[in-house]
């Protein structure tokens, strides 16, 4: 309930509780950000592959909290971004070929977003994965997820404008007249492409924001994820489920960068959902509906099976929340 108060002093100045609603997001965030820093140095301790749940979206958790004011472990950011070129370097001449990457274009577009979080500049690796991209681009203009592990595999149109929007940043001379060229096929396709998830919405008004012609789409894509909150002020990965914090801290995510008002009451109440249901180790929990593709292995994180789809969920709500709370 203390929460709920601190939320609501934004339009009742008259109330005046202990904490602030800064106050409590700053330490939700920094409580997930134990634990996503954590995991994510566990991970590359005892895997020697890229992953997008345990590297990217870690990562971007941590530079938002350093945004919103957090103190985060500054090398471990630039440690996963070494990993992660590390894991490429010794076969860029594959890569480039369209090869050798378990998960595929969803894996090199998330490799790339790593990359650009760590403020990392085009480079053999980088070429070799933009190359990846170009070869894998389907004829209708998207992208394709490997496999179907949901939310964070599923969604072509989150592969898609990944793709799409991280060839940009990191085309070079050499490439840019392709990446553009792919990149109009991408928006082509986005255009109609079918929204059957949350993940599949919030990607689809992401790249309304950030990619050249789809920018008449974004108010009615905002308007859609405003109308899927669900009463308890959360979202939910698909109709008919119960809300939880990755598809809540995602969509938040991506309507703060719409320019949605922070006092706008669908985010209060998104927040307050987050606030809420952060377990007291400082992780959210997200139940796993993923089929296992790889044989199983204790990280070291909350929530046993579920860790892998926790992580991120914990990453996306550290991402909102530092979004939300920015000055």
Same mark, same amino acid.
């Given at each position: 309930?203390?929460?709920?108060?601190?939320?609501?002093?934004? +339009?009742?100045?008259?109330?005046?509780?202990?904490?602030?609603?800064?106050?409590?997001?700053?330490?939700?965030? !920094? &409580?997930?950000?134990?634990?996503?820093? %954590?995991?994510?140095?566990?991970?590359?301790? %005892?895997?020697?592959?890229?992953?997008?749940?345990?590297?990217? /979206?870690?990562?971007?958790?941590? +530079?938002?909290?350093?945004?919103? @004011?957090?103190?985060? !472990?500054?090398?471990?950011?630039?440690?996963?971004?070494?990993? +992660?070129?590390?894991?490429?370097? !010794?076969?860029? #001449? %594959?890569?480039?070929?369209?090869?050798?990457?378990?998960?595929?274009?969803?894996?090199?577009?998330?490799?790339?977003?790593?990359?650009?979080?760590?403020?990392? =500049?085009?480079?053999?690796?980088?070429?070799?994965?933009?190359?990846?991209?170009?070869?894998?681009?389907?004829?209708? #203009?998207?992208?394709?997820?490997?496999?179907?592990?949901?939310?964070?595999?599923? &969604?072509?149109?989150?592969?898609?404008?990944?793709?799409?929007?991280?060839?940009?940043?990191?085309s070079e001379s050499e490439n840019e007249e392709a990446i553009a060229a792919a990149n109009h096929r991408a928006t082509d396709w986005l255009k109609s492409s079918p929204e059957?998830?949350?993940?599949?919405?919030?990607? =689809? /008004?992401?790249?309304?924001?950030?990619?050249e012609g789809l920018a008449e789409s974004a108010d009615p894509l905002k308007e859609k994820i405003l109308a899927n909150q669900k009463p308890d002020g959360g979202w939910s990965?698909?109709? @008919?489920? @119960? &809300? !939880?914090?990755?598809?809540? @801290?995602?969509?938040?995510?991506?309507?703060?960068?719409? #320019?949605?008002?922070?006092?706008?009451?669908?985010?209060?109440?998104?927040?307050?959902?987050?606030?809420?249901s952060q377990y007291p180790d400082g992780s959210w929990f997200v139940q796993t509906r993923s089929k296992p593709i790889q044989k199983y292995f204790d990280n070291g994180d909350?929530?046993?099976?579920?860790?892998?789809? &926790?992580?991120?969920?914990?990453?996306?709500?550290?991402?909102?929340?530092?979004?939300?709370? %920015? =000055?």
């Amino acid at each position: 309930m203390r929460r709920l108060i601190a939320i609501l002093t934004l +339009t009742q100045p008259g109330l005046a509780p202990a904490v602030t609603a800064d106050d409590e997001i700053s330490a939700a965030v !920094d &409580s997930g950000l134990k634990i996503v820093q %954590k995991a994510a140095f566990n991970y590359a301790e %005892k895997r020697s592959c890229f992953s997008c749940h345990h590297q990217t /979206l870690p990562m971007l958790a941590m +530079t938002e909290a350093r945004r919103f @004011g957090a103190e985060i !472990d500054t090398a471990l950011l630039q440690e996963q971004a070494t990993y +992660t070129h590390d894991f490429y370097k !010794d076969r860029t #001449g %594959k890569v480039a070929a369209g090869e050798g990457v378990g998960g595929r274009s969803m894996t090199v577009a998330y490799s790339l977003w790593t990359l650009d979080i760590a403020g990392r =500049k085009p480079d053999a690796v980088t070429r070799a994965l933009t190359s990846y991209l170009l070869t894998r681009q389907e004829k209708d #203009g998207r992208w394709k997820t490997q496999s179907h592990r949901p939310p964070l595999e599923a &969604s072509h149109p989150m592969a898609t404008f990944l793709a799409a929007y991280y060839m940009e940043q990191f085309s070079e001379s050499e490439n840019e007249e392709a990446i553009a060229a792919a990149n109009h096929r991408a928006t082509d396709w986005l255009k109609s492409s079918p929204e059957k998830s949350q993940e599949d919405l919030n990607a =689809k /008004l992401w790249a309304a924001l950030e990619l050249e012609g789809l920018a008449e789409s974004a108010d009615p894509l905002k308007e859609k994820i405003l109308a899927n909150q669900k009463p308890d002020g959360g979202w939910s990965q698909l109709p @008919g489920m @119960g &809300s !939880d914090a990755y598809a809540t @801290g995602q969509s938040l995510f991506v309507l703060e960068k719409s #320019g949605l008002p922070h006092d706008h009451p669908a985010i209060r109440r998104g927040v307050t959902f987050l606030l809420e249901s952060q377990y007291p180790d400082g992780s959210w929990f997200v139940q796993t509906r993923s089929k296992p593709i790889q044989k199983y292995f204790d990280n070291g994180d909350p929530h046993g099976k579920s860790q892998f789809i &926790s992580i991120p969920a914990t990453s996306w709500a550290i991402a909102a929340l530092s979004r939300w709370g %920015k =000055k």
